[in-house]
């Protein structure tokens, strides 16, 4: 089934690298996105990875995907105020059209 | 280009009563998909319309219904509301995938709806 998982709660220093971490079940995964979610707001993608691939590079955000141990993670470098959120990953899958499947976010917490 | 808005923004209903939520998708976006987000939680999907018709449908109860409009804005109708219903509830538009590609999907704001 479709079950996927990340930490409840991260907090760096202004300056600092944040990594996010997330781990998901369904082997079938097509792509593996990230989406931030500001305070009382929808969500924002960030960036997205195709399943075959192992890093994507864009600008300040690195996502490494390590599908035998089914798990991704985002680096933010350079991480500031204005990124505090909640960050959730999903997925699609073969069979599942764009349905999204989420894990249930991580906040991020930045501190000067 | 607006983007995917969504009305309205904010919605108190009492136990039992029905609602319609409304999302009017991307310019040039065909595929409107809705998301319920409980407090604290990831976006669950509750179904997803393209051409007028359900394409497919999360892991909800029939009480939970939907349409597409010809313009391809959308209706979420929740009938019988339970408590447990409130959520902030997220539409998605993005463009028919093809085979294998990728899709961008574009989020409203969400409208939060509170059941009392």
């Known amino acids: 089934g479709e079950d996927v998982e990340q930490s409840l709660f991260l907090s760096v220093r202004e300056g600092d690298s944040s990594v996010i971490n997330c781990t998901y079940t369904d082997s079938s995964s097509t792509y593996l996105y990230w989406y931030k979610q500001e305070p009382g707001a929808g969500l924002q993608l960030l960036t997205y990875i195709f399943s075959n691939m192992d890093m994507k590079q864009d600008q300040r955000l690195t996502v490494l995907l390590n599908k035998k141990d089914k798990h991704l993670s985002l680096r933010i470098a350079d991480t500031q105020t204005g990124d505090s959120a909640i960050y959730f990953c999903a997925e699609t899958f073969t069979g599942g059209g764009n349905k999204l499947t989420f894990g249930t976010g991580t906040q991020l917490k930045v501190e000067l | 280009d607006a983007g995917v808005t969504q009305s309205p923004t904010h919605l108190i209903k009492t136990r039992g009563q029905q609602v319609t939520l409304r999302c009017s998708p991307k310019?040039?976006?065909?595929?409107v998909s809705w998301y319920q987000q409980a407090l604290g939680q990831g976006p669950q999907f509750i179904f997803q319309y393209y051409e007028e018709e359900e394409r497919q449908r999360g892991n909800f109860p029939d009480r939970f219904s939907g349409h597409q409009f010809p313009n391809y804005s959308s209706e979420l109708n929740v009938n019988a509301l339970w408590l447990g219903d409130s959520a902030l509830y997220l539409c998605?538009?993005?463009?028919?995938?093809?085979?294998?590609?990728?899709?961008?999907?574009?989020f409203g704001q969400g409208t939060r709806l509170t059941v009392v």
């Open positions: 998605a538009s993005s463009l028919e995938p093809g085979q294998g590609s990728n899709t961008e999907a574009f």
């Open positions: 310019s040039g976006h065909d595929t």
